[in-house]
Nanobody, 116 residues
Framework: QVQLVESGGGLVQPGGSLRLSCTAS????????MGWYRQAPGKKRELVAS???????NDAYSVKGRFTISRDNAKNTVYLQMNNLKPEDAAVYFC??????????WGQGTQVTVSS
């Protein structure tokens, strides 16, 4: 059974930082491309950052210079370091594991709230 378990969300003030973690089980983590997505109320789910199985990263323009995605294959975990958080970053953040165009798994999401 495949599971992706996110953690690290919470309430933070503007300008603050959070680190999200997503730990996978039931898959050969090292061969999967991993991504972080977010969905705010009334909006579509959007890609925030991704990291390939080979370690190549890609960030959405809105988070460049503020968010960093990384992975630890030994721990089956992908991270999203979020710095200088803004109110518009508030959303439910989802972890995704993908292997090709068909195989895709999602976590349950973790809430990030940015408010003073």
């Amino acid at each position: 059974q495949v599971q992706l378990v996110e953690s690290g969300g919470g309430l933070v003030q503007p300008g603050g930082s959070l680190r999200l973690s997503c730990t996978a089980s039931g898959i050969l983590f090292s061969v999967y491309n991993m991504g972080w997505y977010r969905q705010a109320p009334g909006k579509k789910r959007e890609l925030v950052a991704s990291i390939s199985s080979g370690g190549i990263t890609n960030d959405a323009y809105s988070v460049k210079g503020r968010f960093t995605i990384s992975r630890d294959n030994a721990k089956n975990t992908v991270y999203l370091q979020m710095n200088n958080l803004k109110p518009e970053d508030a959303a439910v953040y989802f972890c995704n594991a993908a292997n090709g165009p068909v195989v895709s798994f999602w976590g349950q999401g973790t809430q990030v709230t940015v408010s003073s």
